[in-house]
């Protein structure tokens, strides 16, 4: 472990104000509790609510995988994993089987989660009104009335314009039938994921200071209208290596002729298939 | 027949000016009421205070024979958006400018747990044929409408969930004279289909005479007069009220 760094970069007492704001954050499934939060040693944007939660709950005994859209080897992924290595000396993995803490930046895993996980997802944007009412004081009131007329505005519009729902990620979702909660921009393919996920799922925003969370099995449900249900949107492809055709897929474009194929995001899932078939 | 809307003891003052010193004003179902004054009167500030967006220093205001602010805020809100509308002065203060004109309509139908995007896009269909406007245009944004046809949305906006009580902030403020006129034929025959009770805010006088029943007049934040649309024109019997209705220019 790094010398001269508490256990997990925090100093004791940020990560007991921390760990107070996630308990009254799964007391109230889906509300936004503020936190202090501290100035970590990575940018905002990258992860540094994620990163903050991830720090106060974790234990030398824990497992720490990190994704980033999926992905377990890219930059945001990777410097996070070393980071927890250097400062909490913890063991990390790639595998979603083998993970007690999984921090994520706009995925869920393919492969279901269990009771003994945790989620943490980066959050850049905790309030999913903003885009809608610009005041904040405002919002905290439609929140506290349950007054969520306005977020089926938003959906309307979409459908007068474009025949159905074009929110693709960022998809709104009411949390045990009382918070409208932004789910962080995972795809709506995940939403249904989060629905009575035996594993807790907590928020973190570390430029807007907030914390949410949703403890197991609480209901999560996508807004929609009863003429234009939720659809999880997925690319009516198979996945180029491992032939999976029911993972979430990226598009990348493979060169400047118009090629392109499509790959599992989950990388960790990915690999599995393909071990499979092998 | 009780009152729909009763206040009592309305007070309350900003610093040393008072705006609404001791009114006391009542409305029944279906009944249409002018409030009209110079400005300052006080006037704007009384409907703000009649629904439940300012608080008075003394006074209560009911409901239903239930006080408006018993419940908290939540109560309120619900009542601000079922039994009660608000018709603002400027219409970019009613309507959401960045929503195409079935959304503003729809909005207020979601909000009371509309769920049927059918149902709600029939609904604002209809309301816009109610107000004068082609429905075809339920898709275009509120600020390709001119003045008139704003305010008209904002209306149908209002209406939609079929309020007991319509609030109006000086409604035909702002609009050319034709417009008003038709404005005010449209309201008087929606107030009538619908059995609307109404309080209008004006310094329009004519405008108080072809709709309202009844006027009340304002100076200082104190009710001078108050009486039939017609009794109060024809015999104004305080000065200030004289001179109102004297002051009103014929065409």
Redesign the interface.
């Given at each position: 472990m790094e010398a001269g760094y508490n256990f997990a970069y925090l100093d004791e007492a940020t990560k007991r104000m921390i760990r107070r704001a996630i308990l009254k954050a799964v007391a109230i499934p889906g509300h936004q509790i503020p936190f202090g939060a501290r100035e970590m040693p990575l940018p905002y944007g990258w992860g540094t609510g994620g990163i903050q939660v991830t720090a106060s709950i974790i234990g030398p005994e824990d497992t720490l995988k990190v994704i980033d859209q999926g992905a377990d080897d890219t930059t945001n992924a990777i410097s996070i994993r070393r980071f927890f290595a250097r400062v909490a000396d913890v063991a990390t993995t790639e595998r979603t089987a083998e993970a007690t803490i999984i921090q994520t930046r706009h995925r869920i895993p393919e492969a279901p989660l269990r009771e003994d996980q945790i989620l943490v997802y980066q959050v850049p944007m905790p309030e999913p009104l903003f885009r809608l009412e610009p005041r904040i004081a405002e919002t905290k009131?439609m929140h506290?009335?349950a007054?969520?007329?306005?977020m089926?505005?938003k959906l309307?519009?979409d459908?007068?314009?474009l025949g159905r729902i074009g929110t693709a990620y960022n998809y709104p979702v009411m949390v045990n039938d009382r918070y409208l909660m932004s789910p962080s921009p995972i795809p709506a393919f995940d939403n249904p994921k989060m629905d009575r996920m035996p594993a807790l799922q907590l928020f973190g925003a570390g430029r807007e200071k907030r914390i949410y969370a949703v403890p197991p099995y609480t209901p999560v449900r996508s807004l929609?209208?009863?003429?234009?249900p939720f659809r999880a949107i997925r690319a009516p492809h198979a996945c180029t290596l491992c032939g999976s055709a029911a993972s979430y897929l990226d598009e990348v474009v493979t060169n400047d002729q118009g090629g392109r194929v499509y790959v599992c995001s989950d990388t960790d899932f990915c690999r599995a298939e393909q071990e499979k078939a092998a | 027949m009780s009152a729909l809307l009763k206040a009592e003891g309305l007070s309350l003052r900003f610093g040393r000016v008072s705006a609404l010193d001791d009114v006391a004003i009542a409305i029944w179902p279906g009944e249409v009421l002018a409030v009209v004054g110079e400005s300052g009167s006080g006037k704007s500030t009384l409907l703000r205070v009649l629904s439940g967006q300012q608080l008075p220093e003394v006074g209560t205001i009911r409901f239903d024979g239930a006080d408006i602010h018993a419940e908290g805020?939540?109560a309120l809100?619900r009542l601000l958006?079922t039994d009660w509308g608000f018709v603002h002065q400027n219409p970019r203060d009613g309507l959401?400018m960045a929503?195409?004109a079935?959304?503003n309509i729809?909005?207020?139908l979601?909000?009371?747990g509309a769920?049927?995007?059918?149902d709600?896009?029939a609904q604002a269909k209809d309301w816009l044929a109610r107000v004068e406007i082609d429905p075809a245009r339920?898709?275009e944004l509120p600020r390709n409408f001119s003045g008139g046809m704003q305010q008209r949305l904002q209306i149908a906006r209002t209406l939609v969930t079929r309020p007991r009580l319509v609030f109006m902030d000086e409604p035909t403020g702002g609009l050319d004279v034709s417009v008003q006129a038709k404005l005010l034929d449209m309201l008087r025959a929606l107030a009538r289909d619908l059995g609307l009770a109404i309080i209008i805010v004006t310094h329009d006088i004519a405008a108080a005479r072809l709709l309202a029943h009844r006027i009340v007049v304002m100076r200082h934040g104190q009710v001078v007069e108050e009486g039939l649309t017609d009794r109060v024109l024809d015999d104004p019997q305080h000065p200030y009220t004289q001179l109102l209705v004297s002051s009103v220019l014929a065409a």
């Open positions: 009131r506290a009335l007054d969520y007329g306005l089926h505005t309307y519009e459908i007068a314009r929609d209208f009863e003429d234009h | 805020e939540a809100r958006r959401r929503i195409s079935g959304g729809g909005e207020r979601m909000s009371n769920r049927h995007y059918g709600i896009r339920i898709d």
